[in-house]
């Protein structure tokens, strides 16, 4: 058998949870023995507490998780396929590397590394489109036990100086340019623009994907194939060995407030519990290939298209480009060349390709697709049912996987075809995942509490908070510990709070319904409103502005900007205005972060407080106006009738 913690029936499910409630530190313990390790855990498997917090599971174990992803396999499967890599050009062939050559590849590049004075611990920022390379530079990382910090290619210069900062990285690994649909990035010169306002970065290596033409700094930017060249006659990188707790990667996402924080996952806890939810959630089996759509510098794609996969030694296909490139097919034409059996993505990619009809869906061939999975936002019945009837011709198992950057791995899903399946609902937690529902006075809600073994009498709902460490939970916040707590572990006393709100019906299922905090979902893409209004704000002709959410067909949510702007304006020219403000948005956050509407106010409804009423401006970006409810504590009610009035 090949993974001896696969679940394969409702019993087993059952029966694994309650040990892991029962005995979490056994149950564990037992599930890291089938990993590889420099040094076995041993009894001291979890020291915890939520005050501080501080979380440390397999404490005196050591290890590198690239020796569970690669070398491990190489005796039995090294000539197994490791990835398929499809390029955004469908003409272009696609790649395939066995984990033999992936060994070689990721030992070069980890050699590279060192040879450019890179050493344990010291962080490396990945600025990449969906390439090969993208995949074995964070895995040479993870070799030499530096710590990565992978960028969104979506992310202007703006916010990777606010990384590299916050990082304090020696080096940045990049590429000229990158493709995706039709549309080419320049992301070496967004690197060459954020470098500018940075001095500590010594080394810039650049890989050569597009052949387009860029500015070569001497001394400081240097070439990935000539990098290569000098170490080709190095012995092979070994595996540096790493504490269990060392951190093994930083990658920053959205809050309600400030800048995006640095979320560490470390070595031991993250592999166990992503390779456990993995084989779990998808029931892998060994011949599989497993189709993640998440871009890499999202945790979907670090968790799914490579630590997980690579781990369970599974064969994993990694995409270039989008799924409306050159068509809306695309999705389909991958699944049907490569023979995908497990297809993992996301609403608001399901409701775009829906939004094209049938015709892309023609004559294409979905037969090898057995699961399918959706992550990132709460999927609505209609988006299910299309994907159950038309993509998995309804003999597909769907898992609707619910987690966060800070839990690094699904948290709450059914297990495909094993654990019954409900649209709309994350269904019941993983084995070691403790949920409880909170209600608005910090109390627990009685029956929501999935540890306590008892169900609601009826669908109750609340805050989702977890009550008990996680081998994959967030450890810090990079260099400010105290942010961590306050955000996470400072609203319900001993309880992670995930920011969700949700639901529980009386079978123990979760439904998730979405933030209930000031954090967007816009296609998936966590966003803080406080960071789009920062951006809005830094225009020297805009006072003040409020950003909420608002329900979007495809989107999910789309983002609406109320905006005041400075009364030294004369006669604006409003299309212009707009276009400088979205350009603001564009420069500082990037183009996710856009507002779909901007209205232009005269003044924002506040409290006396001085407080901006954002649920007052929900439900008017909802369009609920007669759903406002008290406007009691307004302090200028006088302004509600002229942004109903100017409603977009
Ligand atoms: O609101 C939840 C939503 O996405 C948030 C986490 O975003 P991020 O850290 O970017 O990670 C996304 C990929 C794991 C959550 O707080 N979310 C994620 N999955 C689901 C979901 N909402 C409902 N159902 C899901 N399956």
Same mark, same amino acid.
């Given at each position: 058998?090949?993974?001896?913690?696969?679940?394969?029936?409702?019993?087993?499910?059952?029966?694994?949870?309650?040990?892991?409630?029962?005995?979490?530190?056994?149950?564990?313990?037992?599930?890291a023995?089938?990993?590889?390790w420099k040094k076995a855990p041993d009894?001291e498997?979890?020291?915890?507490?939520?005050?501080?917090?501080?979380?440390?599971w397999f404490k005196n174990a050591q290890l590198?998780?690239?020796?569970?992803?690669?070398?491990?396999?190489?005796?039995?499967?090294?000539?197994?396929?490791?990835?398929?890599?499809?390029?955004?050009?469908?003409?272009?062939?696609?790649?395939?590397?066995?984990?033999?050559?992936?060994?070689?590849?990721?030992?070069?590049?980890?050699?590279?590394?060192?040879?450019?004075?890179?050493?344990?611990?010291?962080?490396?920022?990945?600025?990449?489109?969906?390439?090969?390379?993208?995949?074995?530079?964070?895995?040479?990382?993870?070799?030499?036990?530096?710590?990565?910090?992978?960028?969104?290619?979506?992310?202007?210069?703006?916010?990777?100086?606010?990384?590299?900062?916050?990082?304090?990285?020696?080096?940045?690994?990049?590429?000229?340019?990158?493709?995706?649909?039709?549309?080419?990035?320049?992301?070496?010169?967004?690197?060459?623009?954020?470098?500018?306002?940075?001095?500590?970065?010594?080394?810039?290596?650049?890989?050569?994907?597009?052949?387009?033409?860029?500015?070569?700094?001497?001394?400081?930017?240097?070439?990935?194939?000539?990098?290569?060249?000098?170490?080709?006659?190095?012995?092979?990188?070994?595996?540096?060995?790493?504490n269990a707790e060392?951190?093994?990667?930083?990658?920053?996402?959205?809050?309600?407030?400030?800048?995006?924080?640095?979320?560490?996952?470390?070595c031991a806890?993250?592999?166990?519990?992503?390779?456990?939810?993995?084989?779990?959630?998808?029931?892998?089996?060994?011949?599989?290939?497993?189709?993640?759509?998440?871009?890499?510098?999202?945790?979907?794609?670090?968790?799914?298209?490579?630590?997980?996969?690579?781990?369970?030694?599974?064969?994993?296909?990694?995409?270039?480009?989008?799924?409306?490139?050159?068509?809306?097919?695309?999705?389909?034409?991958?699944?049907?060349?490569?023979?995908?059996?497990?297809?993992?993505?996301?609403?608001?990619?399901?409701?775009?390709?829906?939004?094209?009809?049938?015709?892309?869906?023609?004559?294409?061939?979905?037969?090898?697709?057995?699961?399918?999975?959706?992550?990132?936002?709460?999927?609505?019945?209609?988006?299910?049912?299309?994907?159950?009837?038309?993509?998995?011709?309804?003999?597909?198992?769907?898992?609707?996987?619910?987690?966060?950057?800070?839990?690094?791995?699904?948290?709450?899903?059914?297990?495909?075809?094993?654990?019954?399946?409900?649209?709309?609902?994350?269904?019941?937690?993983?084995?070691?995942?403790?949920?409880?529902?909170?209600?608005?006075?910090?109390?627990? %809600? &009685?029956?929501?509490?999935?540890?306590?073994? !008892?169900?609601?009498?009826?669908? +109750?709902?609340?805050?989702?908070? $977890? #009550? @008990?460490?996680?081998?994959?939970?967030?450890?810090?916040?990079?260099?400010?510990?105290?942010?961590?707590?306050?955000?996470?572990?400072?609203?319900?006393?001993?309880?992670?709070?995930?920011?969700?709100?949700?639901?529980?019906?009386?079978?123990?299922?979760?439904?998730?319904?979405?933030?209930?905090?000031?954090?967007?979902?816009?296609?998936?893409?966590?966003?803080?409103?406080?960071?789009?209004?920062?951006?809005?704000?830094?225009?020297?002709?805009?006072?003040?502005?409020?950003?909420?959410?608002?329900?979007?067909?495809?989107?999910?949510?789309?983002?609406?900007?109320?905006?005041?702007?400075?009364?030294?304006?004369?006669?604006?020219?409003?299309?212009? %205005? &707009?276009?400088?403000?979205?350009?603001?948005? !564009?420069?500082?956050?990037?183009? +996710?972060?856009?507002?779909?509407? $901007? #209205? @232009?106010?005269?003044?924002?409804?506040?409290?006396?407080?001085?407080?901006?009423?954002?649920?007052?401006?929900?439900?008017?970006?909802?369009?609920?106006?007669?759903?406002?409810?008290?406007?009691?504590?307004?302090?200028?009610?006088?302004?509600?009738?002229?942004?109903?009035?100017?409603?977009?």
């Amino acid at each position: 058998m090949p993974y001896p913690y696969q679940i394969h029936s409702l019993e087993q499910y059952h029966e694994a949870y309650r040990k892991s409630v029962e005995n979490p530190q056994a149950f564990w313990l037992d599930i890291a023995s089938h990993f590889q390790w420099k040094k076995a855990p041993d009894s001291e498997v979890l020291q915890w507490n939520f005050k501080e917090p501080k979380v440390e599971w397999f404490k005196n174990a050591q290890l590198n998780i690239t020796e569970n992803c690669i070398d491990r396999h190489l005796e039995k499967n090294g000539d197994k396929v490791a990835f398929i890599w499809e390029p955004n050009n469908p003409n272009e062939e696609s790649i395939q590397i066995t984990y033999r050559e992936l060994h070689q590849r990721v030992s070069l590049m980890a050699n590279v590394l060192k040879n450019n004075d890179v050493k344990k611990g010291d962080r490396v920022i990945i600025y990449m489109g969906m390439v090969p390379e993208l995949l074995i530079a964070v895995l040479a990382c993870a070799r030499i036990g530096a710590i990565h910090s992978v960028i969104f290619g979506g992310f202007s210069a703006k916010s990777i100086v606010d990384r590299i900062n916050d990082t304090q990285a020696s080096i940045v690994i990049t590429q000229d340019a990158a493709y995706r649909g039709n549309k080419e990035t320049p992301l070496k010169k967004i690197m060459d623009e954020a470098l500018m306002a940075i001095d500590f970065i010594k080394k810039s290596i650049v890989l050569k994907h597009t052949g387009s033409p860029i500015n070569m700094q001497i001394g400081r930017d240097v070439w990935w194939h000539d990098e290569i060249e000098k170490v080709k006659s190095f012995p092979a990188c070994e595996v540096e060995t790493m504490n269990a707790e060392d951190p093994l990667f930083i990658l920053y996402t959205s809050g309600s407030t400030g800048k995006p924080k640095g979320v560490v996952h470390t070595c031991a806890g993250y592999m166990v519990f992503s390779t456990y939810s993995f084989v779990n959630v998808f029931q892998y089996q060994p011949n599989e290939i497993f189709f993640c759509t998440a871009d890499i510098g999202w945790i979907t794609g670090h968790t799914y298209t490579i630590y997980a996969p690579l781990c369970a030694g599974a064969t994993v296909l990694m995409f270039e480009g989008t799924p409306t490139y050159p068509n809306a097919g695309r999705f389909w034409d991958i699944v049907e060349k490569h023979r995908v059996n497990i297809l993992y993505t996301a609403p608001t990619a399901i409701r775009s390709l829906m939004s094209y009809g049938d015709e892309f869906l023609k004559g294409k061939d979905l037969s090898s697709l057995t699961k399918l999975g959706s992550v990132g936002e709460p999927i609505n019945e209609d988006a299910w049912i299309w994907f159950h009837e038309k993509i998995g011709r309804k003999k597909c198992s769907i898992v609707d996987t619910w987690w966060q950057t800070e839990t690094g791995a699904c948290m709450i899903s059914n297990l495909a075809g094993v654990t019954p399946e409900k649209p709309s609902y994350a269904t019941l937690p993983l084995p070691g995942i403790q949920p409880v529902l909170m209600d608005e006075d910090g109390k627990i %809600i &009685e029956g929501s509490d999935a540890a306590s073994f !008892t169900l609601p009498k009826e669908t +109750i709902k609340g805050n989702l908070c $977890i #009550q @008990f460490p996680w081998p994959s939970i967030i450890r810090t916040t990079y260099r400010d510990h105290e942010r961590c707590r306050l955000t996470y572990f400072s609203t319900y006393k001993d309880l992670y709070f995930t920011g969700d709100g949700c639901f529980r019906d009386t079978e123990g299922n979760y439904r998730i319904t979405g933030r209930v905090d000031d954090v967007l979902n816009v296609s998936g893409h966590r966003i803080g409103t406080a960071e789009v209004e920062n951006a809005i704000d830094s225009s020297d002709i805009v006072i003040e502005s409020a950003v909420v959410g608002y329900p979007h067909d495809i989107k999910g949510q789309g983002i609406y900007a109320f905006i005041i702007l400075a009364s030294h304006i004369q006669n604006p020219d409003l299309n212009a %205005i &707009e276009h400088h403000i979205l350009n603001r948005v !564009t420069e500082n956050i990037g183009a +996710i972060a856009k507002p779909d509407k $901007i #209205q @232009f106010v005269s003044g924002l409804p506040k409290t006396r407080s001085g407080k901006i009423m954002r649920r007052i401006l929900r439900k008017i970006a909802e369009g609920e106006v007669h759903q406002i409810g008290d406007t009691h504590s307004i302090l200028n009610p006088e302004v509600l009738d002229e942004i109903m009035k100017g409603m977009k």
